[in-house]
């Protein structure tokens, strides 16, 4: 039985990715703060692994905790996930993003390269880090003009993960995922914001959704399609750097239309821009380039974005019109 150490796990990808390990097999082990313990559970309890997965402590800027967390779960994968993830907050907290998000990255490098030289480590990098992309299909090769705090701290966590793999010889890999969301993304993003405000408009709990740019475009997948593709990458001989993408892209204008259509309403009738909700340092679009993946990996994306869409909106109309009994 393989055992796996996941950093991050209270989130979206760390909930799916431990579904797809356990459905494998593994032993998992959640990283997480003693008192941020419960976090977790919501969305393991979401999914029914709640009682399957042994937690140890840990925190991402305390280097003695993870090698600790190392030592107690023994790894043979070790997946990191945990940073400090809305990039609109990142320019309010950039020292805490920087923190988290960078400088976590390497105590976990460090922290597996002392104590568990062996296992594979996976590194969730972003497609974030493309930013002011020169090239309107990014994929590899292409260079980083990173534009907030958050992008810049998973460039310097790229960078270094290609370090340790350089330097120490670690089976070290990155992947750059483009967007992916899920019903178990958090409300603060804004796909979650658009299904769930559809949801409260279709039940005559709200009137209006306010947003942002409606124009910025982005690469929309399944977050269960994304994790499939962080296990794939550690089960390669040698580590290497993936971009994880549809190749397709959509407005926020798009997905709204999308999300409104579910519940046979027209997004211009509810929809509210508020200029106070744009960002600093806009990335007006982003679209990634996934052949690696595809040659290499024979990773597919399996779930469309109306498929997504619709998921994502019948679940918080359950939500909102029957909230679900969590077990436990």
Same mark, same amino acid.
């Given at each position: 039985m393989k055992r796996a150490l996941i950093t991050g796990i209270a989130g979206q990808d760390g909930a799916y990715l431990s579904q797809l390990l356990l459905g494998k097999g593994y032993e998992v082990f959640g990283l997480v703060r003693r008192s941020a313990a419960d976090a977790g559970y919501e969305r393991l309890h979401w999914l029914g692994i709640a009682d399957r997965v042994q937690f140890v402590?840990?925190?991402l800027l305390d280097l003695s905790t993870l090698i600790r967390a190392v030592e107690d779960a023994r790894p043979d994968e070790v997946y990191n996930l945990g940073a400090q993830s809305l990039v609109k907050i990142s320019w309010n907290q950039p020292i805490a993003t920087a923190g988290a998000t960078g400088v976590g990255a390497l105590n976990m490098l460090e922290a597996v390269r002392t104590r568990a030289p062996g296992a594979r480590f996976y590194q969730a990098s972003s497609s974030e880090m493309f930013g002011r992309a020169?090239?309107?299909?990014?994929?590899?090769?292409?260079?980083f003009h990173p534009r907030s705090p958050y992008a810049v701290a998973k460039a310097f966590a790229h960078w270094m993960t290609?370090?340790?793999?350089?330097?120490?010889?670690?089976?070290?890999s990155s992947g750059i995922l483009f967007n992916h969301e899920s019903? @178990?993304?958090?409300?603060?993003?804004?796909?979650?914001?658009?299904?769930? /405000?559809?949801a409260r408009i279709k039940l005559g709990l709200s009137r209006k959704l306010v947003l942002g740019n409606l124009d910025a475009k982005r690469d929309w997948g399944?977050?269960?399609?994304?994790?499939?593709?962080?296990?794939?990458m550690l089960q390669q001989p040698a580590a290497d750097d993936y971009v994880i993408a549809t190749g397709r892209t959509a407005s926020v204008r798009e997905f709204?239309?999308?999300a409104f259509a579910e519940v046979g309403l027209e997004a211009s009738d509810h929809i509210e821009v508020d200029p106070a909700l744009f960002r600093p340092a806009e990335v007006e679009a982003l679209r990634g380039d996934a052949t690696k993946a595809r040659t290499v990996l024979g990773w597919e994306p399996t779930?469309?974005?109306?498929? @997504?869409?619709?998921?994502m909106v019948a679940t918080d109309l359950e939500?909102? /019109?029957?909230?679900p009994v969590r077990p436990g």
């Open positions: 402590d840990g925190d020169q090239v309107p299909v990014q994929n590899e090769l292409t260079p290609i370090n340790y793999r350089e330097s120490f010889g670690m089976h070290a019903p @178990l993304r958090s409300i603060e993003f804004v796909t979650r914001k658009i299904t769930d /405000g559809v399944h977050a269960r399609d994304h994790v499939r593709a962080m296990w794939q709204c239309a999308l779930v469309t974005l109306p498929a @997504l869409v619709a998921e939500r909102l /019109g029957r909230p």
